[in-house]
C-alpha cells in the first residue's frame, strides 16, 4: 500500500495500480491517484496529519505531528462516504467513548472527536509504537510457549474488566494486538480497533437503546469468529471474545488457524467441526494447553471457561511460576463503573445527534505521549520489537 496515495473523490487508500476506489468507485485518473488529500490537514488547529499508518473498510488511521508540543498522536477518520449511515456514525462515536472512558492499561484510549468541514467524523487517539501480531506470525509462523502465555494473560486481564462492564470486543484477531512496551519498558499488550463493540445488559443482549448492529448481520473476522457470532445471535456475552481468543492462541502456537478455507467454509467449521488439539499440529504444545484452548473453542458458549477470569486461573493451575500477570482485581477496580459507560453513551451516541468534543488526554496537550498506534510497515521495526519481546517474555 502506497501511504500517500488517495483517491481525489473521498480520500480513501488505495494501490497505486488499483483500477478504482473500493469505497467512492471513482476510476483511477489517466495520471495515476493524487497524494492523499487528507495529509496536511489540521486537526483542532494543531494537529497536523503527516502519514497514514492504518486502513480498513470502515476508516483509516493516520499519524499527527502536534505543532505546538513535542508529540504525535494518532487519528482515526470514518470514511467520508459513510458519514450519512447513522448506524456507522453511532458506531464510530462509540468506539471513541468506550475506548476512553473503560480505562483499562492494555485498551488504546481515545482523546478527542470531532467533524471535518466536509463531515468526515474523527477521534484522536494515543500512539503507541509496537508491531503488530499479525505481522509477527506472518513472519515468524509461530511463538514460544512463554510469549503466548504473556500475550493471553494481559488480553485476558483486560477482558475481564471489560466484560465486567458489559462492552465486548467482537472482533479480536492477531491484527487488532500491537505488541509494545510499557513505560517501564515491560512487554505490554494494547489491544485496537473497538469498532464493532457493543454495550451489553447482563443477559448479553444489547442494552435498550444501544443496540448497534443492523438486523441479523454478522459483525466481526470469519477466521477468529465465534459460533454464536456466525449464527448472527442477538445474544452475544463476553465467552464469544474468549472463543476468538482461543483461535488466536492457538494460531500463534501452531502455525495456523483451526479452520480455513473460503469464509462461508470457514464459517461452517465454526459451527460444526471440533477443532484438531494444537499438539496434534504442533507437537511441542503441551496437554495442558491442549485442555485450555479447547475449551476456549467449544461450540456451545456454556462448555466454555464462564468468563475471562476462569481462563486465566486455568492458565495459573497448568503454568505456575511465570511472569507476574496484570492483576485484574486491581484493574477492574480502577475502571470506569458501567453506570458512568451506560451515562457516556447515552449521552454522546444515542443523546445527541452533535457529538461534543471529548476532552482531550492531558497527554495529548503537553506531548508526554505513552505509546500508540502502529506503522507496522519497518520488518526492522519488527525484527527488533519481537526479539525483545521473546527476550522478556520468555
Not at 488466536?248 to 480455513?260: M, V
Request: contains cysteine.
Amino acid at each position: 500500500m502506497d501511504d500517500d496515495r488517495g483517491c481525489g473523490r473521498c480520500g480513501n487508500a488505495v494501490e497505486a495500480d488499483e483500477p478504482g476506489c473500493g469505497s467512492c468507485h471513482q476510476a483511477r485518473p489517466p495520471e495515476g491517484w493524487p497524494r492523499d488529500p487528507r495529509l496536511g490537514v489540521v486537526v483542532l488547529d494543531r494537529l497536523v496529519l503527516s502519514r497514514r499508518i492504518g486502513y480498513g473498510a470502515t476508516g483509516s488511521v493516520y499519524l499527527a505531528e502536534d505543532r505546538e508540543a513535542d508529540g504525535r498522536v494518532a487519528v482515526k477518520l470514518l470514511h467520508h462516504e459513510l458519514t450519512g449511515d447513522p448506524e456507522m456514525v453511532r458506531r464510530f462515536r462509540l468506539e471513541a467513548v468506550l475506548t476512553k472512558s473503560l480505562d483499562v492499561p492494555q485498551v488504546v484510549p481515545a482523546y478527542d472527536f470531532g467533524q471535518f468541514p466536509d463531515g468526515t467524523h474523527y477521534f484522536t487517539m494515543e500512539y503507541v509504537e509496537g508491531v503488530g501480531l499479525d505481522a509477527v506470525l506472518a513472519k515468524r509462523g509461530t511463538l514460544p510457549l512463554s510469549t503466548v502465555l504473556t500475550i493471553a494473560r494481559q488480553v485476558l486481564a483486560a477482558l475481564d474488566v471489560a466484560h465486567s462492564r458489559g462492552v465486548i470486543h467482537r472482533d479480536l484477531k492477531p491484527g487488532n494486538l500491537l505488541l509494545a512496551r510499557d513505560p517501564a519498558g515491560q512487554p505490554m499488550v494494547r489491544i485496537l480497533d473497538f469498532g464493532f463493540a457493543r454495550l451489553t445488559d447482563t443477559r448479553g443482549t444489547a442494552a435498550p437503546g444501544r443496540r448497534l448492529t443492523l438486523g441479523q448481520m454478522v459483525m466481526g473476522t470469519p477466521t477468529y469468529m465465534a459460533p454464536e457470532q456466525a449464527r448472527g445471535s442477538r445474544t452475544l456475552d463476553g465467552r464469544a471474545d474468549l472463543y476468538s481468543l482461543g483461535v488466536i492462541l492457538y494460531r500463534a502456537l501452531t502455525g495456523k488457524p483451526p479452520f480455513s478455507g473460503t469464509m462461508e467454509e470457514v464459517l461452517r467449521q465454526h459451527l460444526q467441526t471440533p477443532p484438531a488439539p494444537p499438539s496434534s499440529i504442533w507437537p511441542d504444545v503441551p496437554p495442558a494447553m491442549d485442555a485450555v484452548l479447547l475449551r476456549m473453542l467449544e461450540k456451545d458458549p456454556d462448555r466454555r471457561q464462564a468468563n475471562a477470569a476462569e481462563v486465566l486461573a486455568e492458565l495459573g493451575r497448568a503454568f505456575p511460576g511465570g511472569p507476574a500477570a496484570w492483576d485484574p482485581d486491581e484493574m477492574r477496580a480502577g475502571a470506569a463503573p458501567r453506570s458512568e459507560l451506560v451515562r457516556l453513551v447515552d449521552r454522546y451516541v444515542h443523546g445527541t445527534q452533535s457529538l461534543p468534543a471529548l476532552k482531550g488526554h492531558p497527554a495529548a496537550r503537553t506531548g508526554r505521549l505513552p505509546w500508540i498506534l502502529v506503522a507496522v510497515g519497518a520488518t526492522s521495526l519488527a525484527i527488533a520489537v519481537l526479539t525483545w519481546w521473546l527476550l522478556r517474555a520468555g
